[in-house]
């Protein structure tokens, strides 16, 4: 049970930290201090490493939800 309690915390961190990454990429740089700004960069560069195998593809169509990803890491 302690095993199983101890998973759920750790799936539930996970969780937190991924939706404050994408809170703090959706935030405007205007209103973060040069530490978030820093994070910032370092979540949109970790994004991109992780979603440039998906977007360098050929021949593959893509789905909807990578067109939008692909989209939205080209705006910058």
Sequence with gaps: MAFQ?????????????????IELRSTPDTYLSKFD?????????????????????????MTEAEIQLRKASNKR
């Design 5 to 21: 309690r101890q998973e759920q915390i750790e799936k539930q961190r996970e969780k937190r930290k991924f939706s404050e990454e």
């Design 37 to 61: 700004l820093i994070r910032k960069r370092y979540y949109e560069a970790k994004f991109k490493k992780m979603t440039k195998s998906m977007i360098n593809r050929k021949g593959i169509p």
